[in-house]
């Protein structure tokens, strides 16, 4: 059974680079049929793809038109998890943030979701 | 960019029959778009319900499936069920590694 879950902090401030975790268990986030996402869901709105990591003999990475500028996912395969990194954040990144395992086509296994805040 | 479309809300009664559909704001959707449908009540994580098309989820009940229909993706729900009040979302693929949810559904039996 695959299980992820997150960690880091619930307040940024304006301006500041929120970071979150994601640690797997069940699965490797080297896996080479598996991509390891991160999507958020603003407060009474709907969800956003923000990007992806995956593994196919070398690493990628795919990111939201929407967000391109400041995300960045990486990997750590020696804690089996994955990371996400916003820069410059205002107040519209106040959200819950979820990562999520996509396989064929499917986000089958998702975190327990973060609400991030970002305020002064 | 490119903006997915669904219906912000719909109203089905019990044993009902209701289709969600998925469109873009430009063209149509196909199965290359390996369209999934995912259902969400509020304070949880979304849970997947049919993925490329029209494969149902491990568990998922089979009054809920997925197709094609004319230029969108659709999720039919055949005879509706209390516990299938919900907020119901789409994802295609772009392409380029790209992924979109669409707008969401709320869907209300009574």
């Known amino acids: 059974q695959v299980q992820l879950q997150q960690s880091g902090p619930g307040l940024v401030k304006p301006s500041q680079t929120l970071s979150l975790t994601c640690a797997i268990s069940?699965?490797?986030?080297?896996?080479?049929?598996?991509?390891w996402n991160w999507i958020r869901q603003s407060p009474s709105s709907g969800l956003e793809w923000l990007g992806r990591?995956?593994?196919?003999?070398?690493?990628?990475?795919d990111y939201a038109v929407s967000v391109k500028s400041r995300i960045t996912i990486n990997s750590d395969t020696s804690k089996n998890q994955f990371s996400l990194q916003l820069n410059s954040v205002t107040p519209e990144d106040t959200a819950v943030y979820y990562c999520?395992?996509?396989?064929?086509?499917?986000?089958?296994?998702w975190g327990q979701g973060t609400l991030v805040t970002v305020s002064s | 960019q490119t903006v997915v479309t669904q219906e912000p809300s719909f109203s089905v009664s019990p044993g009902g029959t209701v289709t969600l559909t998925c469109g873009l704001s430009?063209?149509?959707?196909?199965?290359?778009?390996?369209p999934s449908w995912y259902q969400q009540t509020p304070g949880q994580a979304p849970r997947t319900l049919i993925y490329r098309t029209n494969t149902r989820s491990s568990g998922v009940p089979d009054r809920f499936s997925g197709s094609i229909l004319g230029n969108k993706a659709a999720l039919t729900i055949t005879g509706a069920q209390a516990d299938d009040e919900s907020d119901y979302y789409c994802?295609?693929?772009?392409?380029?590694?790209?992924?979109?949810f669409g707008t969401g559904t709320k869907v209300t039996v009574l």
């Open positions: 990591t995956y593994y196919r003999s070398k690493w990628y990475s």
């Open positions: 430009s063209g149509a959707v196909s199965t290359s778009y390996y």
């Open positions: 069940g699965d490797s986030v080297s896996s080479n049929s598996a991509a």
């Open positions: 994802v295609l693929y772009m392409g380029s590694g790209i992924y979109v």
């Open positions: 999520a395992r996509d396989s064929n086509w499917n986000y089958d296994y």
